[in-house]
């Protein structure tokens, strides 16, 4: 085994960054074993020093991350600062500076990925971040490498641990979301602004780094149709459970049927109780990917958390310092397909639709027929009648987004519709 280390610079130090200088520092023997050399933690940035870090060495700490990169020596960047600068710019002085660069830094990635793949193909080095996608599920290696000899053409995911422990709790307890929100919130899973993981912002660019690459293409958050939780009423969900279906906020990636596009999107959907989504309960995350030869895989685990995410880290710091060692580099970005990302309105899905309608004579006639006006089949129709009025809840077969919402705007304006309650999307079968 080499004698001299490979030396580390660590940028962050919070819930993940100290699980990372943890870990190094009590398993380093196992790591120097696994990876032929020891690995030496040389400096590790924060944006406040003097802060208490239990575990974490004190005379490494530095508030600058810039110096710490550019100090000469350093062989891997550890980056779980998040955001896009100055985490970028370190990024590109690391990989300046001949370091690999390992990191956790999904929202940069999801923007500047293309970019930083090419900047670091250009320095000869590796950018490896299986941490920035479900936390400790091993998923971009097992599609990068594992899945290279095969066609992926969907993936479907649950990918953000807060907004399922939300929508778990809707659907074990009948509450609304503003108190599911709260009791996330109380129990940590939720930050004081829960805007990126309920509006769906986390979940889109985790959906662009997987779409990009599962179909060798390249997809950023941009490209990404997103919709928040906020809406889902306890409505929703009592209406998904009489269908035998559960509401779940679904990545969704996928390949055309004429393979000549993509589509990645994110928001709340049914799904059957039979698929194996269904059942990711509280802050877990899954993912389902479906190949052509392959077939149907299930990748299933803690989504966030610093401990299940540093594994993650540690994972692609072992690989980097092997590549590292042997002089050689992994696999970068694969963007040779070059598929255009279709727009929402052209992705075709099936539809749950809930209205309050008046309950007289004709009504069901007249909104059935502007779904056969706009092309839109009717899979099942359930009413309920209440004094006067009815709900009314109609399941669509497969249609695209165009026409159900060309549908839904000419129902709204019907003299006996008072209220569009809800539209949701049916998904997994
Ligand atoms: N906030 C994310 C989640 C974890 O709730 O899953 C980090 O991506």
């Known amino acids: 085994m080499r004698t001299r280390p490979l030396k580390v610079a660590l940028l962050g130090c919070g819930v993940v960054g100290s699980e990372v200088a943890r870990i190094m520092t009590t398993d380093a023997a196992d790591l120097a074993a696994r990876i032929g050399a020891p690995v030496e933690l040389a400096g590790i940035a924060v944006r406040r020093a003097g802060r208490p870090r239990p575990g974490v060495p004190e005379h490494l700490i530095t508030t600058d991350a810039e110096a ?53 193909a250009e320095a000869g080095v590796d950018l490896y971040y299986e941490a ?52 996330a919130t109380a129990l940590g899973y939720a930050e004081a602004d829960p805007t990126a993981d309920v509006e769906g912002f986390d979940a889109a660019a985790k959906a662009a780094i997987l779409a990009g690459i599962a179909f060798h293409t390249k997809v950023t958050a941009a490209d990404v149709y997103r919709e928040g939780l906020t809406e889902v009423t306890a409505a929703d969900i009592a209406s998904a459970k009489q269908m035998g279906c559960v509401v779940k906020l679904l990545a969704i990636c996928e390949r055309a049927a004429d393979g000549e596009s993509v589509t990645a999107r994110v928001h709340p959907a049914m799904i059957p109780l039979s698929h194996p ?41 072992v690989a980097v310092c092997r590549n590292k060692l042997n002089g050689s580099t992994g696999p970068g970005d694969s963007v040779y397909t070059r598929l255009p990302a279709k727009p929402m309105d052209e992705v075709v899905t099936r539809y749950h639709v809930s209205l309050d309608v008046d309950d007289r004579a004709g009504v069901l006639a007249q909104v059935a027929s502007v779904f056969a006006e706009h092309g839109v089949s009717i899979d099942t129709v359930r009413q309920q009648g209440r004094d006067g009025d009815a709900s009314l809840v109609v399941v669509t077969h497969r249609a695209t987004d165009a026409a159900l919402s060309a549908t839904v705007e000419k129902i709204r304006a019907l003299d006996s519709v008072r209220d569009v309650a809800s539209i949701m999307r049916v998904e997994g079968e």
Do not use: C, W
């Open 68 to 120: 710490l990169v550019n100090r000469g020596d350093i062989d891997v960047v550890i980056e779980v600062v998040g955001g896009i600068e100055p985490s970028k710019g370190l990024i590109l002085s690391a990989f300046g500076q001949g370091a690999s660069v390992v990191s956790a830094n999904k929202a940069l990635l999801a923007k500047d990925g293309a970019e930083l793949h090419q900047a670091a």
């Open 277 to 317: 989504l269904a059942s990711v309960r509280e802050a877990y995350n899954a993912v389902f990917v479906e190949a052509e030869a392959a077939g149907r895989l299930m990748f299933y685990g803690p989504g966030a958390g610093g401990a299940p995410t540093a594994s993650a880290v540690l994972g692609d710091l």
């Open 132 to 183: 920035a996608v479900a936390g400790a599920i091993p998923l971009i290696r097992p599609l990068r490498e594992s899945l290279a000899g095969d066609r992926v053409n969907r993936v479907l995911g649950i990918v953000n641990g807060t907004t399922n422990f939300i929508l778990d709790k809707m659907d074990t307890t009948g509450a609304g979301y503003s108190e599911a929100l709260e009791e």
